[in-house]
């Protein structure tokens, strides 16, 4: 069956680093586009970054810029997010999503807190 598996979330302290992963089973990743997305307490679903299925260019919010950087690895078959200078702000349940015209996949999601 199709499933895109998440792992890497816990709590850090300000200042500190985390990366998360996905990988994919089911299906071969490097057909499809890429993205992260986190949801806050309290707060709605916001797009973190993403690398475009047309030219692989990356995009991310204005808050992480500079302190995330999103990656693949299509022989491992696995998405990445490299977060680092972690921010109270930062705290949120993070899912991947990878999609290939209508088609989505979505991570189960993992927690992350910044905690001091």
């Known amino acids: 069956q199709v499933q895109f598996v998440e792992s890497g979330g816990g709590t850090v302290q300000p200042g500190g680093s985390l990366t998360l992963s996905c990988t994919a089973s089911?299906?071969?990743?490097?057909?499809?586009?890429v993205a992260w997305f986190r949801q806050a307490p309290g707060k709605e679903r916001e797009g973190v970054s993403c690398?475009?299925?047309?030219?692989?260019?990356?995009y991310y919010t204005d808050s992480v810029k500079g302190r995330f950087t999103i990656s693949r690895d299509n022989a491992k078959n696995t998405l990445y997010l490299q977060m680092n200078s972690l921010k109270l702000g930062d705290t949120a349940v993070y899912y991947c999503?990878?999609?290939?015209?209508?088609?989505?996949?979505w991570g189960q999601g993992t927690l992350v807190t910044v905690s001091s």
């Open positions: 999503r990878a999609q290939y015209r209508s088609l989505e996949v």
């Open positions: 690398i475009s299925s047309n030219d692989g260019a990356t």
């Open positions: 089911g299906f071969t990743l490097v057909d499809y586009g």
